[in-house]
T-cell receptor, first 112, second 115 residues
Framework: QKEVEQNSGPLSVPEGAIASLNCTYS??????FFWYRQYSGKSPELIMS????GDKEDGRFTAQLNKASQYVSLLIRDSQPSDSATYLC????????????FGKGTSLLVTP | DAGVTQSPTHLIKTRGQQVTLRCSPK?????VSWYQQALGQGPQFIFQ???????QRGNFPDRFSGHQFPNYSSELNVNALLLGDSALYLC??????????????FGEGSRLTVL
């Protein structure tokens, strides 16, 4: 099993809809979870961090963490065409020290 | 407040050559990490520098080396370049005391093409 897994997509949603991005990870005791947004040809930009079970909301973004199921998700409400990008899930696994382990990313396309 | 800055932004090398990439961390940050991102993949951890020492290294060969200077800036050196070294090289910095939480701020990257 890969350490951090994401569906590569593309995930296509209409403008105004909710986009749901999912990520699973291999290590039950991992403590730090992040979502990065990466536009084509650009570097990753941190949009959410979450450390405890439950939901964390920031504007149109909600991160959801379920450590028992080893699952973290990102919801984007009222999706806009400018949200079209690749979303990278990153986890600081318990055996990875200071390194972040990234998934391959999910490509999101928001259509007008 | 300047973010993480990297140079050069793009460069082309041939197999066997050597390359040096440079990074200045975000103001107030003292820890620098380097990641390699191949096309269509997530970033892969190369190493992290703190207090001018390599604190942790990922699964990369010794051809990859680095340095951190007293002003916290950093260099990544790659020797004997291979075609497979073609990638976006990302520098990321962290706040003092926050690195344990893993929150990273990335620069725009240096895109290396090896011919």
């Amino acid at each position: 099993q890969k350490e951090v897994e994401q569906n590569s997509g593309p995930l296509s949603v209409p403008e105004g809809a909710i986009a749901s991005l999912n990520c699973t990870y291999s290590d039950r005791v991992s403590q730090s979870f992040f979502w990065y947004r990466q536009y084509s040809g650009k570097s990753p930009e941190l949009i959410m961090s979450i450390y405890s079970n439950g939901d964390k909301e920031d504007g149109r973004f909600t991160a959801q963490l379920n450590k028992a199921s080893q699952y973290v998700s990102l919801l984007i409400r009222d999706s806009q065409p400018s949200d079209s990008a690749t979303y990278l899930c990153a986890v600081r696994l318990s055996n990875s020290g200071y390194a972040l382990n990234f998934g391959k990313g999910t490509s999101l396309l928001v259509t007008p | 407040d300047a973010g993480v800055t990297q140079s050069p932004t793009h460069l082309i090398k041939t197999r066997g050559q050597q390359v040096t990439l440079r990074c200045s961390p975000k103001s107030g940050h003292d820890t620098v990490s380097w990641y390699q991102q191949a096309l269509g993949q997530g970033p892969q951890f190369i190493f992290q520098y703190y207090e001018e020492e390599e604190r942790q290294r990922g699964n990369f060969p010794d051809r990859f080396s680095g340095h951190q200077f007293p002003n916290y800036s950093s260099e990544l050196n790659v020797n004997a370049l291979l075609l497979g070294d073609s990638a976006l090289y990302l520098c990321a910095s962290s706040q003092p005391g926050q690195v344990i939480f893993g929150e990273l701020f990335f620069g725009e990257g240096s895109r290396l093409t090896v011919l």
